[in-house]
């Protein structure tokens, strides 16, 4: 597990507020930096744990799995880019219509 410290390596993600829920929050992220487990520990630490992260702080969950998902993954090697795009998994729809 992992913490937001102040003697901790630097890391930055931004988030951007897609769509407030009825207790939750459609937020889109963009890491500038790969620490591990980073986007779980920056939203705990702002106090907005991903929905049904058990380690990270929010073990109540209306689906059987972490609520993230990779959505777009963008990188480079041997100076070629490749960008992939997946759908939301309709997992998510559940967490969304409630």
């Known amino acids: ?3 937001v410290r102040d003697d901790g ?3 930055l993600t931004l988030v951007k507020v ?4 009825n ?4 937020v889109e ?5 790969g620490r591990t487990h980073q986007i ?8 907005h744990p ?3 992260d058990d380690k990270y702080g929010n073990k109540v969950s209306v689906i059987k799995r972490l609520g993230l998902h990779a959505y777009e993954l963008d990188i480079t090697i041997s100076n070629k880019e490749y960008k992939f795009v997946a759908k939301m998994p309709s997992i998510f729809n559940s967490v969304f219509s409630k």
Do not use: D, P
């Not at 897609?18 to 829920?21: F, H, I, S, V």
């Not at 207790?23 to 459609?26: C, E, K, V, Y």
């Not at 992220?29 to 930096?33: G, P, W």
């Open 1 to 3: 597990k992992q913490a």
């Open 50 to 52: 991903i929905v049904g």
């Open 40 to 47: 779980r520990a920056h939203l705990k630490s702002i106090n």
């Open 29 to 33: 992220l963009t890491l500038i930096t």
């Open 18 to 21: 897609l769509e407030r829920l």
């Open 9 to 11: 390596k630097e890391s």
């Open 23 to 26: 207790g939750a929050t459609l």
